[in-house]
């Protein structure tokens, strides 16, 4: 279900994807309100990716729970806007993941257990 790349190349050769999983890389000290609301580059190499035809939100919903939008409310993860997780709502995604055994859970989780090292994940 995820997919990763090498190169910027390589990530536009393989065409459109429906979602990108992004290190929020911004200093744990930034406010969620200022990053969120400044937006992301996107198509980082050290993202993960869903292709356009992947059930990842039907798969994982009630794995992610809920995550922070730009005006600080909650969403769920099938609400179309950027959505942030915070560094620790990490080890509880990672366990539901692990309990529930969807597909790709497995590389979902090696790269979220990365993402402890910076200021959680964003969703777009």
């Known amino acids: 279900m995820f997919k990763s790349f090498k190169s910027k190349e390589e990530l536009q050769q ?19 309100k200022e ?13 993960l990716y869903v292709p356009g035809n992947a059930p990842f939100v039907d798969s994982y919903k009630d794995i992610f729970r809920k ?25 509880g995604i990672i366990n539901r993941a692990t309990l529930v055994k969807p597909d790709g859970y497995e590389e979902l989780v090696e790269w979220l257990k ?11």
């Open 35 to 47: 990053f969120l609301g400044k937006g992301c580059q996107l198509w980082q190499l050290d993202s």
């Open 14 to 32: 393989h065409g459109m994807m429906r979602v990108e999983l992004q290190y929020c890389k911004f200093a744990r000290s930034t406010p969620v």
């Open 67 to 91: 995550g922070v939008k730009a005006d600080m409310s909650e969403v769920d993860l099938d609400s179309m806007v950027i959505k942030y997780y915070s560094p620790d709502k990490i080890d």
């Open 114 to 124: 990365e993402g402890k090292h910076y200021n959680g994940f964003i969703v777009i």
